[in-house]
Nanobody, 123 residues
Framework: QVQLAESGGGLVQAGGSLRLSCAASGSISNIFAVGWFRQAPGKQRDAVATIRSDGRTSYDDPVKGRFTISRDNAKNTVYLQMDNLKPEDTAVYYC?????????????????WGQGTQVTVSS
């Protein structure tokens, strides 16, 4: 069983930065794929960034060049560095993990979820 806890959300002006953290209670070591998702009111939960067990990353087009996902297996933590934030980035951000090496962009593929952290970007 893995429990995840996100932190680092908040209110920021457009153009600003935030770093989200996703801490796992159990070991995610190097065999779990991790994804960051976001969900705005009235919209579906979409993947914004994923990271494989070997550290390879992928990003949704709207965040490419602005967001960076990384992981520290020794600390059982995955990060999402968000730069040049835009009002359309406003959402609840969730991290999720699943017991396979390869990530997925589909929320239903993930077994473990954090409670989410609110990110609000003002214009």
């Amino acid at each position: 069983q893995v429990q995840l806890a996100e932190s680092g959300g908040g209110l920021v002006q457009a153009g600003g930065s935030l770093r989200l953290s996703c801490a796992a209670s159990g070991s995610i070591s190097n065999i779990f794929a991790v994804g960051w998702f976001r969900q705005a009111p009235g919209k579906q939960r979409d993947a914004v960034a994923t990271i494989r067990s070997d550290g390879r990353t992928s990003y949704d087009d709207p965040v490419k060049g602005r967001f960076t996902i990384s992981r520290d297996n020794a600390k059982n933590t995955v990060y999402l560095q968000m730069d040049n934030l835009k009002p359309e980035d406003t959402a609840v951000y969730y991290c999720a993990t699943r017991r396979v090496i390869f990530p997925s962009v589909f929320a239903y593929d993930y077994q473990y979820w954090g409670q989410g952290t609110q990110v609000t970007v003002s214009s």
